[in-house]
Every structure is written in C-alpha cells, then in structure tokens.
Nanobody, 121 residues
Framework: QVQLVESGGGLVQAGGSLRLSCAAS????????MGWFRQAPGKEREFVAA????????YYADSVKGRFTIARDNAKNTVYLQMDSVKPEDTAVYYC??????????????WGQGTQVTVSS
C-alpha cells in the first residue's frame, strides 16, 4: 500500500511558477513509477508527467513539455512537479499517482486526493 498526499497548489498568475509536492508513505517508494495527472472541469483526467523508478527517465505531455519538470527524491519519499510559465489552460486539479509499471496511462494503482491549481490571466 502507498498513500499519497499532494501539496503546493494555489492561485498563480499566467507566466508564473508553482511547485507541487507529493509525499508518499508506505514501503518501497523507490520501486514505483510516479506520475502527475490533471483534470479540468468538464474534462477527462489527463497525463501530465511521469518519472520511472528504475532509471529516473522522465515523460511529459506535449502540452507541458519545456515548461514543467518532474523530479523525485527517494530519500524523502517525495515527487515534485515544477511548473513554470504557467498558462490559464493549466488550471485543473492535479493528482499524484504511483504504479510499479505504468507510465502514461491513467490506470495507476495509487492516487492522491488532488490539489487545485488555478492560473489567472
């Protein structure tokens, strides 16, 4: 079992930055791929970024590539999403997720409760 708690959401102006954190509890955090997903009102949940446990390889949605950065600190059982040059269309609830195998698909085993990010224009 893995429990995930996101933090760091809030209101930010377009062009600004925000860093989301996801603290994990439970065993073997270092053996899980970690992903960030988001869901805007009236839209389906979508993949944002992921980082693998084995090689630390990172993956991004085209919409955030070059603006967002995912990183993990296995010693702190924490994964981060650095959001730079944010746009109003980045407004959504952001979810952290953990899975041993999956990367881009939303069928992760474990999910956090989500944190709201609102970007004002």
């Amino acid at each position: 079992q893995v429990q995930l708690v996101e933090s760091g959401g809030g209101l930010v102006q377009a062009g600004g930055s925000l860093r989301l954190s996801c603290a994990a509890s439970g065993r073997a955090f270092g053996t899980y791929n970690m992903g960030w997903f988001r869901q805007a009102p009236g839209k389906e949940r979508e993949f944002v970024a992921a980082i693998t446990w084995s090689t630390g390889s990172t993956y991004y949605a085209d919409s955030v590539k070059g603006r967002f950065t995912i990183a993990r600190d296995n010693a702190k059982n924490t994964v981060y999403l650095q959001m730079d040059s944010v746009k109003p269309e980045d407004t959504a609830v952001y979810y952290c997720a953990a899975d041993r195998d999956r990367i881009r698909t939303s069928r992760y085993d474990y999910w956090g409760q989500g944190t709201q990010v609102t970007v004002s224009s």
